[in-house]
């Protein structure tokens, strides 16, 4: 168990610029969550998977952000047309979802700047 | 609606002084709740989590919370205060193991 690996640790990317970043969840895990994190907040749902079927999305989710996680394994989160607004860290967390057991276990984390 | 509240965005103790966070939440349906702690440059380490078993629930590094449902609070406390105990802490909650809801945090100082 190596835990929650996310990649890269670190973005730069120019405004209007497309980015894509990779979380790898530990290897049982069935559940696989996206959050935001900016400065002095708490991380922000952004959405979640079950195996390979994303089962919900945040309302305040923009269009230009889409997730997958094609074989239940790792899963991309790719932010198109980039703004400002979107630099943050972006979390990634897995559970393995097993009766009243919801523990996540979070990856480092990518933190993305938008210049 | 689910929600959570932390007062007190930062809190200082002196070393050796008991430590007490504090979280309130909102919920429609009996919730889950954890608390979190982030170390600088680090992920989220869950410390302890409440899942309507025992209303006291003992976590790692000596830390413990009370679900008080008369209340709708969940408060952090840890009897002494270690250096090692300076972080970021998030309480959060689930109303039914999908969505989390995380507070604004509350930021530890452990005063030598």
């Known amino acids: ?115 | 609606a689910q929600s959570v509240t932390q007062l007190g965005s930062h809190v200082s103790v002196s070393e050796g002084a008991l430590v007490l966070l504090r979280c309130n939440y909102s919920s429609s349906v009996p919730p889950y709740l954890f608390w979190y702690v982030q170390y600088p440059n680090q992920g989220l380490q869950l410390l302890l989590k409440y899942t309507s078993a025992a209303t006291l629930v003992k976590g790692i590094n000596g830390f413990e919370a009370e679900f008080k449902k008369s209340e709708t609070s969940f408060h952090l406390t840890k009897p002494s205060a270690h250096m090692s105990d300076a972080a970021e802490y998030f309480c959060a909650v689930s109303e039914y193991g999908n969505q989390f809801y995380f507070g604004t945090g509350t930021s530890l100082t452990v005063i030598p």
């Open chain 1, 1 to 115: 168990d190596t835990g929650v690996s996310q990649d890269p640790r670190h973005k730069i990317t120019k405004r209007g610029q497309n980015v894509t970043f990779r979380c790898d969840p530990i290897s049982e895990h069935n559940r696989l969550y996206w959050y935001r994190q900016t400065l002095g907040q708490g991380p922000e749902f952004l959405t979640y998977f079950q195996n390979e079927a994303q089962l919900e999305k945040s309302r305040l989710l923009s269009d230009r952000f889409s997730a997958e996680r094609p074989k239940g394994s790792f899963s991309t989160l790719e932010i198109q047309r980039t703004e400002q607004g979107d630099s943050a860290m972006y979390l990634c967390a897995s559970s393995l979802v097993a009766g009243v057991s919801y523990e996540q276990y979070f990856g480092p984390g990518t933190r993305l700047t938008v210049t």
